[in-house]
């Protein structure tokens, strides 16, 4: 037997859509967690309810990578229809869980298998028929804790932090664990090199939790009151821990008011529609939606951003075009996102590269709206938002709300009510704005997507036309020094620099690290925000080649800042691109990266 | 010479707008000036109200009233979402929505639906007149089977009746008139923006320049030779004294949730406005006869919209402060140590 490999390695969990098997996944998660060895979990799924392929993907790692790998060491093939094709995923010595009536003749010889009859156990040892098919997921989870060597300690926990709200469920689940268990240790002796240990150091003070639970407290803390969306994959999640929180925070428990309205609206358009209404009238309000809804809401989206309305969209991407893989990930909308909308418009858009920061953009992205008066676009996507993510606890936020410059009725008072909607009174081209309901009558003004002049007076005035655009230019030249800067890692002072965001920031990370073991360590700016900081410019002034690590196909933040660089240092710009759908692995940098930087013998 | 001043001390003028840019006789300017009437005698305080509107000549006219009110010239057939959106933010807002029929019916149709569904607490009012007039006189949905437009092509699609989608989709409030008619629409628009609920007032306004000519329907000759009241409305509000000058037994009262009165006088027909099937019928058998059914179609005085619906607090959600949104220190805290 070859040398023990120790907490790292990956279980593939190959099991049918529908099955109950996402809790199972869920409960081996928390107990390798439990024993402190960092998780990393990726949920493949398919767009389907029930019956298609599913595969969980729990990668471990002492080191903490939280990026997708390719090479599967455990596998469990719990699907009858695809375990051949799984199998050629397997690493040569991998392990393979399978049910016993799968033929394994001229299978792979290089792979270990445990076989084991499932259903026949299911059905001898888990009385309740009702429950049987999910309860047969557990038996595999007791199978795996018996292979890799999982304390019942950690099992018990796991189980009894999954069915938190049903603590009923905990003991027949932790039966059918136990008869997974039971199996191993009467028919099995291990033949593979995977172990599991407990670990210290790494997981404390680390919680387990969704880009869009995150963006949905974000929002949450953000003070939002008036939320519209529309369901659809992969962002849907997001709304729904909204409603689920503010049914726990913002209910008065004497009188049932809630202190937040979240409706489902009847389509992308009407969403978008009442969340910038209710910003108008002075909520914080937002939506959330994915690709084809971002599509719809462009009009919308110009509207507010010439009429200078705030309002919050968070776009969870999934990989298009059109309707695309619906459950699979992408960073495809960058760059319609930054102009939605016809004519020139242009808008702030956040990258959240964390869970942490899916919390903290979401929250600020209602200052950011607000101080800016117009939309503000949080760009998570199906990796981060709807798969969990070991963070550190996020932080309660340190600073009040920014309403930004709202005129209220003495402020008008002390003006004597001159003012203008869209004067530039203070140079940074952020006017003044007032809310409807303001009890002074020089408070109304009228609201328009069409030409006006500085008092929203209708004009079609070439001067006043253009001198307004000017000044949203200046308003966006503001925003540019005040949104999330870049992240900077100069710390390897190489001549070669990467440059990355949102979830290709797990890769990256993953990626550096393993190229440094290896001698060849790189800088690396990870972009939080657009418009570009200035910064971006002057870390590529500082490399001679710095390659933009994306996961879309036409290297579309390679083109934003292609296009915000002089001329001549545009040819130091290389372009790394992931876009199959499937979160991006560190081979997928490192192995483009060492074609064209590998050190010559 | 000192000017009336109404019940909040403010004279007719503060009611006025910009100058309409709209064509001489259009029959908009006539429903504006009726908004007036109508906003200055209920006493409307101008910064509670919010104009909104869509896209086209109907949709430009909240620029020509109460110009110190605020106003939100949306974009096309999407004001009932920034209106249910804004009346989240501020119940306490009194929404006028104006639209015309493109903007409603055909573009829009989709959003006026959902707004009549959800019920939002806003006074919609269609300026009806068949045509795009903004691009120069195409057809829209709800001009009628046959009518001949300027130019001589003749429309082959059945109407849209928005009154009669609006009653399909219980709609709480829905009235027909005609711009000429300031005696019908005062009071009807009046008793809309006392109603609780989404309020249809759909108004034809022929269009003088592309659509009032001998093969339109909507135009001022058919409409007069063919209209049909219902009913005499009136409307007294919450703060005026019922004072029935109508004999016993030809008058229909309907109180609404803040007090105030519609008096209906009998014409021909007996008809009930808290009969919804008897609203279908009347809109049926008018179209059958060739006839335009003006008046109160139908009202529920007792709908419930949609703020109430949704549970809002009596705090409008736009002036609830950081300490009534964001979680304590303790329930972060507490909340956070759930994810491990």
Not at chain 1, 12 to 37: P, Y
Not at chain 1, 312 to 337: E, H, M, N, Y
Not at chain 1, 358 to 371: L, Q, T
Not at chain 2, 7 to 29: E, F, I, Q, S, W
Request: net charge negative.
């Amino acid at each position: 037997m070859t040398d023990p490999i120790i907490n790292d390695l990956t279980i593939q969990a190959a099991t049918v859509n529908g099955s109950g098997s996402q809790t199972a996944n869920l409960v081996l998660t928390r107990a390798i967690f439990r024993m402190g060895i960092p998780v990393a979990p990726k949920n493949v799924f398919p767009s389907n309810i029930e019956g298609l392929p599913t595969w969980y993907q729990l990668r471990v790692t002492p080191q903490g990578h939280m990026a997708r790998s390719d090479r599967v060491d455990v596998l469990v093939a719990f699907n009858a229809t695809t375990w051949r094709e799984d199998l050629k995923t397997v690493r040569p010595g991998g392990v393979v869980i399978h049910e016993e009536s799968y033929s394994t003749a001229d299978a792979r010889t290089d792979l270990i298998y445990y076989a084991v009859p499932f259903s026949k156990l299911a059905k001898a040892k888990i009385p309740s028929e009702t429950l049987r098919k999910q309860l047969a997921n557990m038996i595999y989870v007791g199978i795996v804790a018996g292979v890799l060597g999982v304390p019942w300690e950690a099992l018990e926990h796991a189980v009894r932090r999954q069915f938190l709200s049903k603590p009923k469920a905990v003991q027949v689940n932790l039966d059918a664990i136990k008869v997974g268990l039971d199996y191993w240790q009467d028919n099995f002796s291990k033949q593979d090199a995977y172990r599991l240990e407990p670990m210290t150091g790494a997981v404390e003070g680390k919680v387990l939790v969704e880009g869009n639970q995150a963006a949905a407290l974000g929002a949450l803390m953000g003070g939002v009151t008036v939320a519209a969306w529309y369901p659809i994959t992969p962002s849907s999640s997001l709304c729904e821990y909204l409603i689920a929180y503010a049914d726990r925070f913002r209910v008065d428990e004497k009188t049932g008011e809630k202190r937040i309205a979240v409706v489902q609206a009847e389509d992308e358009l009407a969403a978008v529609g009442m969340a910038i209404g209710a910003a108008w009238a002075g909520a914080r309000a937002m939506t959330s939606t994915s690709g084809p809804g971002i599509s719809l809401m462009a009009e919308f989206a110009g509207l507010a951003y010439y009429a200078e309305v705030p309002v919050v969209i968070f776009d969870i991407q999934r990989i298009g075009p059109s309707t695309g893989l619906p459950t699979r990930t992408s960073q495809g909308d960058v760059a319609f996102a930054y102009t939605l909308s016809h004519g020139d418009t242009k808008h702030i858009v956040l990258l959240p590269g964390s869970v942490e920061e899916c919390y903290e953009f979401g929250r600020d992205a209602f200052d950011y709206a607000d101080r800016f008066q117009t939309p503000v676009f949080v760009l998570s996507d199906l990796d981060l938002g709807m798969n969990l993510w070991m963070t550190p606890a996020f932080q309660y936020p340190d600073k009040p709300f920014d309403r930004g410059k709202v005129l209220s009725k003495e402020d008008l008072e002390r003006l004597a009510g001159e003012w203008g909607r869209y004067q530039d009174v203070d140079g940074d081209g952020i006017p003044y704005r007032t809310l409807p309901g303001t009890d002074h009558p020089a408070a109304g003004y009228f609201t328009r997507g069409s030409g006006h002049d500085e008092h929203a007076r209708y004009t079609e005035s070439a001067a006043l036309y253009a001198g307004n655009m000017d000044r949203l230019n200046r308003k966006f030249e503001t925003a540019r020094k005040a949104i999330p800067a870049p992240v900077v890692d100069e710390t390897a002072k190489s001549p070669v620099g990467l440059i990355a965001f949102g979830s290709t920031h797990v890769a990256v990370v993953e990626a550096r690290a393993r190229l440094a073991e290896s001698g060849r360590a790189f800088d690396y700016m990870r972009v939080r925000a657009l418009p570009l900081s200035s910064e971006v410019a002057e870390f590529v002034h500082r490399h001679e080649r710095v390659y933009v690590v994306e996961q879309n196909r036409d290297g579309q933040m390679f083109d934003l800042i292609r296009l915000a660089l002089p001329s001549e240092l545009t040819e130091r710009l290389r372009s790394i691109r992931h876009y199959d759908g499937q979160p991006v692995p560190a081979d997928a940098i490192i192995e483009p990266l060492m074609e064209t930087e590998a050190i010559p013998a | 010479m000192s000017a009336t001043l109404n019940r909040v001390g403010l004279p007719r003028d503060a009611y006025k707008g910009a100058a309409t840019t709209l064509c001489a006789g259009c029959g908009h300017n006539s429903i504006t000036n009726h908004m007036i009437k109508a906003l200055y005698e209920l006493g409307v305080e101008p910064h509670m109200l919010a104009k909104m509107s869509g896209i086209g000549c109907s949709s430009k006219t909240p620029a020509y009233f109460v110009e110190s009110a605020h106003g939100f010239n949306g974009v096309h057939g999407r004001m009932p979402s920034l209106t249910t959106g804004a009346q989240l933010a501020n119940h306490r807002l009194i929404m006028l929505g104006v639209s015309g029929d493109g903007d409603t019916a055909s573009i829009g149709l989709g959003q006026f639906m959902h707004m009549i569904r959800r019920n939002i607490d806003c006074t919609y009012i269609i300026e009806d007149n068949g045509t795009y007039g903004l691009t120069k006189g195409q057809f829209s949905a709800t001009a009628d089977l046959g009518s001949v437009q300027k130019k001589g092509a003749v429309n082959t699609f059945q109407p849209i009746d928005p009154c009669a989608v609006a009653l399909t989709l219980g709609c709480s409030f829905v009235a027909r008139s005609f711009s000429g008619d300031g005696k019908q629409i005062v009071p009807l628009i009046k008793a809309a923006i006392a109603h609780r609920g989404t309020a249809v007032l759909d108004i034809i306004s022929p269009c003088v320049t592309f659509n009032d000519h001998d093969g339109s329907t909507k135009s001022y000759s058919w409409v007069k030779d063919h209209e049909e009241s219902i009913a005499d409305v009136s409307f007294i509000p919450y703060f005026e004294e019922v004072q029935v000058d109508y004999e016993p037994g030809t008058v229909r009262d309907v109180q609404l949730h803040d007090g105030s009165h519609i008096l209906l006088k009998k014409l021909g027909e007996d008809h009930d406005p808290k009969d919804r099937r008897a609203a279908q019928r009347v809109i049926e058998e008018g179209r059958a006869a060739g006839h335009l059914v003006t008046g109160l179609l139908y009202v529920d005085p007792d709908s419930v919209d949609f703020a109430t619906t949704e549970q809002i607090p009596a705090t409008p959600l736009k002036d609830l402060a950081e300490s009534d949104l964001r979680l304590t220190r303790d329930q972060f805290a507490q909340f956070m140590s759930e994810f491990a």
